[in-house]
């Protein structure tokens, strides 16, 4: 599973969303089997990637599965903490099998 921000280096919500997910994954014990990526949409190879993946709003939150299937998205917002920990406890469930 893997959380991958849009977003922009100058954007405040942006880097709050950032600073939000790195601490609930390494709070969670989960930094090692989720990983985080932040695509620079000021860069052309974010705003083709953010195209692709029909970016409007930054900051833009996509959760992806392991199979690469999208599970979450949030658009403008930073994603709300009760949403991010239950996608946790489903990991440390998992891995707890």
Same mark, same amino acid.
């Given at each position: 599973?893997r959380?991958?921000?849009f977003?922009?280096p100058?954007?405040?919500?942006?880097?709050?969303?950032? &600073?939000?997910l790195?601490?609930?994954? @390494?709070?969670?014990?989960?930094? #090692?089997?989720?990983? =985080? $990526?932040?695509?620079?949409?000021?860069?052309i190879?974010?705003?083709?990637e953010?195209?692709?993946? &029909?970016?409007?709003?930054?900051?833009? @939150?996509?959760?992806?599965s392991? #199979?690469?299937?999208? =599970? $979450?998205r949030?658009?403008?917002c930073?994603?709300?903490?009760?949403?991010?920990?239950?996608?946790?406890?489903?990991?440390?469930?998992?891995?707890?099998?």
């Amino acid at each position: 599973m893997r959380f991958e921000v849009f977003g922009k280096p100058d954007c405040a919500m942006c880097q709050s969303t950032k &600073d939000k997910l790195t601490h609930l994954l @390494t709070k969670g014990q989960a930094a #090692d089997a989720i990983g =985080l $990526a932040f695509v620079d949409m000021n860069s052309i190879q974010g705003r083709a990637e953010g195209a692709f993946y &029909d970016v409007r709003h930054v900051p833009t @939150t996509l959760l992806w599965s392991d #199979d690469e299937e999208p =599970l $979450a998205r949030w658009e403008g917002c930073i994603p709300p903490s009760a949403e991010i920990k239950t996608f946790l406890s489903d990991v440390r469930q998992v891995s707890a099998v």
